[in-house]
Nanobody, 128 residues
Framework: VQLQASGGGLVQAGGSLRLSCTAS??????????VGWFRQAPGKQQEFVAA???????DYTDSVKGRFTISRDSAKKTVYLEMNKLEPADAAVYYC?????????????????????WGQGTQVTVSS
């Protein structure tokens, strides 16, 4: 499985960006993968941002609830992260990750070790 993250850029505080994570070389239907977004700012640990599970349940870290929306387009094999009302604290390199899951596995996946496949990062810069 290969993941390609894109959509990062420079935006003013209060602005919006949409990140995309497109999968290829899948061995199972894309809809059966949990897909998560993580971010890492300079000098900080990688942190969980959002995930969409096989069940289509969405999960967000508290700091982005109400501002970020994760969604999936299975036909395009792409997961999106719509980021609104961006703040300087959101600036980081954003990574997407995926994990094949069985239908009965609905547990949250907020740790990097919950995922098997990773894309390269995409830089998000927020100017104040």
């Amino acid at each position: 499985v290969q993941l390609q993250a894109s959509g990062g850029g420079l935006v003013q505080a209060g602005g919006s960006l949409r990140l995309s994570c497109t999968a290829s070389r899948l061995t199972q239907p894309f809809s059966s993968y949990a897909v998560g977004w993580f971010r890492q700012a300079p000098g900080k640990q990688q942190e969980f941002v959002a995930a969409i599970l096989r069940s289509r349940r969405e999960d967000y870290t508290d700091s982005v609830k109400g501002r970020f929306t994760i969604s999936r387009d299975s036909a395009k094999k792409t997961v999106y992260l719509e980021m609104n009302k961006l703040e300087p604290a959101d600036a980081a390199v954003y990574y997407c990750a995926a994990k094949y899951t069985i239908a009965s596995d609905g547990r949250s996946r907020r740790a990097p070790e919950d995922y098997d496949f990773w894309g390269q990062g995409t830089q998000v810069t927020v100017s104040s």
